[in-house]
């Protein structure tokens, strides 16, 4: 295999299609993993719970130390657990936070990232649902949180820096609207969406291009958007927000198709 290749476990981009790794036996070191996440879900651990260091043993696990020490570097990789020595210490369950597995799922479309249209072929389908299922949910310190995000590109800019920052406030709504979903993979997958453009060379370099009409376009979408959702009409935020993604997304395309488009 090619130092450069990917592992035998790995999934890999091969051209614009993801190869996944073939299904293999379960190893032990694996299984005992598994053991022990099954073992942290069945009690209820939580994140800076302590596990019984029984439910370690060799003999508990009927494994090889060897093997137990394999599966608990696995867990400790996977950000599961985490150990402390001296007084106190010991294993402890610990929890990969949203930022930290969007930073792995990042580094996978690192060298052949998602074109726009697909990054917008889902981002079609999800938010007008999003949105949807917000409508007559949100209180006053939602709205507020909005307000917020909309005040940071409510007004000319500056200059040149600050429109680029205005440009990636506005795409910050879109991400804070996701963060009051009750459906956390709905959330994770708009978030890292979001994530996807703002990484984008192409992006951030059409996010970098004076054009006031963008923020006035923005901004009245999503002023009559609020209104909606106060308002409980979740099927005129649907309607409203496919609209959205499918303006922006002729922007996009027609933006990136006069620059060098991004591999991948």
């Not at 310190?141 to 909005?146: I, K, Q, T």
């Not at 040149?160 to 795409?171: M, P």
């Not at 959330?187 to 370099?205: I, N």
């Amino acid at each position: 295999m090619r130092p450069d290749a990917p592992g035998a476990d790995e999934p890999a981009w091969v051209g614009e299609r993801l190869e996944l790794p073939p299904r293999r036996p379960t190893r032990r070191a694996d299984a005992i993993a598994q053991q022990i996440r099954d073992l942290i879900a069945a009690h209820g651990l939580r994140p800076g719970d302590r596990i019984p260091q029984e439910w370690l043993s060799e003999a508990h696990l009927q494994a090889a130390k060897g093997t137990v020490r394999e599966a608990l570097k696995a867990l400790k990789t996977q950000g599961l657990i985490k150990t402390r020595t001296g007084p106190g210490g010991g294993v402890f369950v610990s929890a990969l936070s949203a930022g930290q597995a969007m930073d792995l799922l990042s580094n996978l479309f690192l060298f052949s990232r998602p074109s726009l249209s697909e990054i917008y072929a889902l981002r079609k389908l999800l938010e007008p649902e999003l949105v949807a299922g917000l409508a007559g949910r949100l209180d006053e310190a939602d709205y507020a949180h909005l307000q917020e995000t909309i005040r940071l590109y409510d007004h000319a800019p500056a200059d040149a820096e600050e429109e680029f920052q205005q440009r990636l406030s506005e795409l910050d709504f879109h991400s804070v609207l996701a963060g009051f979903s009750d459906n956390r993979l709905l959330t994770f997958a708009c978030v890292f969406l979001h994530r996807l453009l703002r990484e984008m060379a192409v992006c951030r370099a059409i996010y970098a291009t004076p054009n006031p009409q963008l923020r006035e376009t923005a901004l009245n979408y999503q002023v009559r958007l609020m209104r909606l959702l106060k308002v409980g009409d979740a099927e005129g935020a649907r309607s409203l927000m496919a609209e959205h993604m499918a303006e922006a997304e002729r922007y996009m395309l027609a933006r990136a198709a006069i620059r060098q488009p991004e591999g991948g």
